[in-house]
């Protein structure tokens, strides 16, 4: 069976410890991109992002940041993304020189978008990113907004949430692909996903009104979904916990969606 070509499946990491990467060239869209990096003790990453703002995001495990000219410290902590703990994460401005040296295993997200040198480097501290329950019975899930529309950027949104096994996430199917002033914004959109226990496997649909697009992917732990347009939701099997840290970013900075006519009577109940 062919793979969607919307997943993207992790390999072995590379000498900078990348596994995982989406460019605007490999997603042939305008604006988001996302790295995933699985640094050693003491492996060290050198990085910049020329004319594109980035947020640093430390899944798990602890590193020691410098950017900018700062040395921020140690960033991150908790032992998994599973753990009821903020993550790490450090905001810069494009092009911005950064240096992350991981303290034990560090698994490191690097979400990029268009943006411009303006700003300072800033640490997102943890008491920004409180943790939110979203929605009701097995439509529950769990927030953190790591880089909302209230913070200050130039195209980047970043949020990670948990979604217990048998729930379902992203639901009812909504979508942000079309620029509809105050109605809706178009946003693309990246899925990293993670299982507990890792074994497991859950489901993304990538579908549009029209199905000209109409993807069903079967997940797997580490792999990324990527969300050009249309509605996407995510439904975890009973017994597994699904992690998702979701990078968007699109031409007006604010996340205004619409739900699938055909299901949003769900929200009416």
Request: glycine share 10%; charged share 20%; aromatic share 8%.
């Amino acid at each position: 069976m062919t793979a969607s070509p919307l997943l993207v499946r992790p390999r072995a990491p590379g000498a900078d410890g990348r596994v995982l990467e989406v460019t605007p060239e490999s997603a042939g869209w305008a604006h988001v991109g996302f790295r995933l990096h699985r640094l050693a003790a003491g492996q060290a990453l050198d990085g910049a992002e020329p004319g594109r703002e980035a947020c640093l995001v430390v899944l798990s495990g602890t590193a020691r940041v410098t950017a900018g000219g700062q040395d921020l410290g140690p960033i991150g902590g908790r032992a998994s993304v599973f753990e009821d703990r903020a993550p790490g994460a450090v905001y810069l401005p494009a092009g911005r020189a950064y240096r992350v040296v991981a303290t034990d295993a560090v698994e490191l997200a690097v979400c990029t978008a268009p943006g411009n040198a303006n700003g300072a480097v800033r640490i997102i501290a943890a008491d920004e990113m409180p943790r939110e329950v979203r929605g009701q019975g097995t439509n529950t899930r769990h927030v953190r907004n790591i880089l909302p529309e209230g913070k200050p950027a130039d195209s980047l949104l970043v949020v990670e949430v948990i979604t217990p096994g048998g729930h379902w996430s992203s639901y009812p199917p909504h979508k942000h692909d079309t620029a509809e002033a105050g109605r809706e914004t178009a946003l693309e959109e990246t899925y990293y996903h993670r299982l507990n226990p890792s074994q497991g496997f859950a489901f993304q649909r990538v579908y549009t009104d029209d199905r000209s697009l109409d993807e069903t992917i079967c997940v797997q732990d580490g792999d990324v979904v990527m969300v050009p347009r249309g509605y996407h939701p995510v439904g975890a099997p009973h017994g597994y916990d699904l992690y998702y840290l979701n990078v968007m970013a699109g031409p007006e900075r604010r996340w205004i969606f619409r739900n699938d006519p055909a299901h949003d009577w769900i929200m009416r109940r």
